[in-house]
């Protein structure tokens, strides 16, 4: 046991968290070294005095305003994670919402290699949905086909929650599990409805499955023109 | 986008923001007021590490470490934040109201006292020296978990550590003289 040891080590010293071997040596060592005694009681002081330092509680309130303040506080999407999610989608479906069209259908499709899928796999969904206006308290309701489970949500055909849908592009992103088995060369099914201000609106959203490996390079290529498209066609 | 998403993950039975940092807000809290030295900055720096781990929703989901990667959000931030401003002002804690006078020591009066003196101390240090001195000596985080924290290698954070003891010895014992000056006057 030397100096050096205790030097490295002393807060496990202060504090009593060596093993009773180490003890052992570093009280040896310190009978006979007046300097590392010196210089633990003055490290104990310090740690003690540190020790001192007392912290406020958060109050629950105070919490919770703090969580509430997120979702009321959010800023728009910026471009970038706008894109990122589009690249992060293997499976997409693309809407387009306006009040004064019936039904608009859209479906991407890119190339199948396979048919039935042997191994469930978890992908992401990228609902885009496109309004002429701000919509602060628009309710949406999503029916989820049966093919697929939406991640944490596993069982439940249909979910309804409040959106705040900004002028422009909304993009809903949903993790889906798709289980072993599911011919991945069908079409399946999502309807979506967005009621705003008592205005209601059904739309059909038709997907193609596409595994994780065989999709993501694809669905950046096909997602970038068939908006532009629709929205000329509906134009 | 957020919005959206966050209300979907909002219901989320096993991934809700909430669900993840609710168990981490006390701790936040607690660091944030030992980096920052007030309430008012502490929970304003806490918000603020809200809204960026919200914003990276995503990645905190699939993070191994979520304690580290929150420690380490907070410890950025802290940086960044008080980066421009080079010397704190002395904490609020020392203003004239709240002094005790020394004749009146009370024990009560006596952990204000050390309690007030800390933050004095560490105001004085930068705001790396202050945030490794918390860390390392009140909170027991190892130079290990500070390396991954605060993305330095241990060599530099051990020399740092060294300095800001150093520093915060030196100060420590001069402050109760210098408190006392203050009641004299
Ligand atoms: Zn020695």
Known sequence: MNCEFIHQNINDVCQGNLTSLEQQKVDAHLTNCPECQHMLEQHQAYLTKLAGLQTPELSADKKQQMLNKLNTNKAASSNNSFIKGFAAASVLFLSVFLFNQQQVNSVVETPIAQNINIEAFTTQVSLVIYVPEDMPDADLQLQIPDEVELVGYEGLAQLNWPVALKKGANVLQLPIEVPEGVDLNQTIQFIANINNNNTQKDFELEVKLVSPQLGAADSVFNLTNPTANDFNNLG | ?185
């Not at chain 2, 929703?57 to 950025?76: D, H, S, V």
């Open chain 2, 1 to 185: 986008m957020n919005k959206v998403v966050s209300l979907l993950f909002g219901n989320n039975k096993q991934q809700s923001f909430e669900q993840i940092v609710e168990p981490y807000l006390n701790l936040m809290f607690k660091v944030a007021y030992q980096y920052t030295g007030n309430t008012e900055d502490a929970e304003d720096l806490v918000q603020e590490v809200l809204a960026e781990l919200f914003k990276n929703l995503t990645k905190l989901q699939q993070a191994e470490k979520t304690k580290a990667w929150i420690m380490r959000c907070l410890y950025n931030k802290f940086v960044d934040q008080y980066r421009q401003q080079k010397s704190r002002p002395l904490i609020d804690s020392l203003d004239d109201e709240q002094q005790i006078p020394l004749t009146q020591a009370t024990p009560e009066h006596e952990l204000l006292l050390t309690h007030q003196q800390v933050l004095a101390g560490l105001s004085q240090l930068n705001s790396n020296q202050r945030a490794l001195v918390t860390m390392h000596d009140i909170n027991g985080y190892t130079l290990v978990e500070l390396a991954e924290i605060m993305q330095k290698p241990v060599g530099t954070l051990k020399s740092d550590l060294h300095r800001a003891r150093a520093k915060l010895k030196i100060l420590f014992n001069l402050q109760p003289s210098d408190i006392q000056s203050r009641h004299c006057m």
